[in-house]
Nanobody, 117 residues
Framework: QVQLVESGGGLVQAGGSLRLSCAAS????????IGWYRQAPGKQRELVAG???????NYADSVKGRFTVSRDNAKNTVYLQMNSLKPEDTAVYYC???????????WGQGTQVTVTS
């Protein structure tokens, strides 16, 4: 079992920055990768960025150059630094843990990010 807790969301003006955190606990040794997803009202949940246990990162085209995903293994925490925020970045942001050698995954409860113009 893995538990994920997101934090760091909030209200920010366009052009501003936020840093989201995803703290993992439980069987963290089993985590293969962690991804950040977001879901805006009326839209499907989409992958924003991800980082593997080996540190390989990937990003959605819409956030490349603005968002950076990183991890602190000592704290079992993955971060999403979001710069140059746009109103279209407004969504609930979730982190998801992909489990090694398993079809299982775990989700956090989400954190709201609202960007005003």
């Amino acid at each position: 079992q893995v538990q994920l807790v997101e934090s760091g969301g909030g209200l920010v003006q366009a052009g501003g920055s936020l840093r989201l955190s995803c703290a993992a606990s439980g069987s963290t040794f089993s985590i293969n990768a962690i991804g950040w997803y977001r879901q805006a009202p009326g839209k499907q949940r989409e992958l924003v960025a991800g980082i593997s246990s080996g540190g390989i990162t990937n990003y959605a085209d819409s956030v490349k150059g603005r968002f950076t995903v990183s991890r602190d293994n000592a704290k079992n925490t993955v971060y999403l630094q979001m710069n140059s925020l746009k109103p279209e970045d407004t969504a609930v942001y979730y982190c998801r843990a992909d489990i090694r050698d398993s079809a299982s995954d775990y989700w956090g409860q989400g954190t709201q990010v609202t960007v005003t113009s």
